[in-house]
């Protein structure tokens, strides 16, 4: 993705300021949606911008942060959707805001290839994005990520800002180990929500590259003191490219959503991109939910359009 970058002399010449940058990209969508069911067929357009800032100190600290205008169009107040603010050194990078969670940041999703406009290959009811406990508050989190050679680790907390005696902020941890080309993910996290809930969800990843193809499996079980069976999510997929072609399968399945008995939901997703070069691409996508939770086929959903990186 191509980056303007703007010259930011007031910032450089101050004093107290040993460098900044600012620099800004850009993204854009325009297509065509549809599926079955109650999905009905519409144009699509979407537009997202962000801003990045960063700059060293002295002592070669590196500070900054992003904005994501299309994530914080709802102007949430505190919540500050869109944006997380990073320091990092030596020591590792802490970030504040709205940024993954350890079981987040240290397991991979299944693959799902180019990818699409509206993204179908991922919103079928069997996929599942692997992102633990996070968002049991208001999503504003504070991780500690440190990489030693192959291995990283990561620590993170969601805090309870909700005054509710009965809550606990929801705690972190994963670790992350590449193998030439194979990488290994763990994660796990603990909370409690405003209903005194005991909250658990323990997930794992395997993923491989090789060349232009990539291969991936993930694995999440979610747990609740007050359900009468733990959530478990497992998913696979695969990527492949072929000159300005790529293309991607995935297939996962949710079993005992929500800790229900039998609400167990299956699908699958299919994508393919062609790179039109200097930033544009022509994408499709399908998705298709073959259990629905109740033994049925559910909605299917397509889109085909044009996405533009700046």
Not at 6 to 15: D, K, N, P, Y
Not at 30 to 48: K, L, N, P, R, Y
Not at 157 to 166: H, K
Not at 213 to 221: K, P, R
Request: avoid cysteine.
């Amino acid at each position: 993705m191509k980056k303007v970058l703007f010259a930011t002399s007031a910032l450089v010449a101050s004093a107290g300021f040993a460098a900044a940058d600012v620099s800004l990209s850009g993204y854009a969508e325009m297509g065509i949606t549809g599926g079955s069911g109650a999905t009905e067929t519409q144009f699509h357009q979407d537009v997202d911008v962000t801003f990045s800032m960063s700059g060293t100190t002295d002592n070669g600290l590196t500070f900054g942060t992003s904005v994501d205008l299309d994530e914080d169009a709802g102007s949430v107040g505190t919540d500050d959707a869109g944006v997380a603010v990073f320091i990092s050194g030596s020591f590792g990078t802490l970030t504040m805001g709205d940024t993954n969670g350890a079981l987040d940041w240290a397991t991979s999703e299944a693959p799902t290839g180019s990818g699409s406009i509206a993204d179908d290959e991922s919103s079928h009811a069997g996929y599942s994005s692997v992102n633990g406990l996070d968002a049991t508050f208001d999503n504003q989190i504070l991780s500690y990520t440190h990489s030693v050679g192959a291995l990283g680790f990561a620590v993170s907390i969601e805090m309870d800002d909700t005054g509710d005696a009965d809550a606990e902020s929801v705690v972190g941890f994963g670790a992350r180990y590449s193998v030439g080309d194979l990488g290994i993910g763990i994660g796990f996290q603990s909370g409690t929500d405003v209903d005194g809930d005991e909250l658990d969800a323990v997930a794992a990843s395997l993923s491989y590259s090789m060349g232009d193809l990539s291969v991936g499996i993930v694995y999440q079980q979610l747990s609740n003191s007050t359900w009468a069976d733990d959530q478990t999510d497992v998913g696979l997929g695969v990527s492949y490219s072929m000159d300005a072609i790529t293309m991607g399968f995935n297939y996962g399945t949710r079993d005992s959503v929500g800790g229900t008995a039998g609400n167990d939901q299956a699908g699958f997703g299919i994508s393919v991109g062609y790179d039109l070069g200097g930033g544009a691409s022509l994408k499709i996508g399908y998705g298709d939910t073959t259990d629905d939770g109740t033994g049925a086929s559910g909605d299917s959903t397509w889109s085909l359009g044009l996405t533009m990186g700046f």
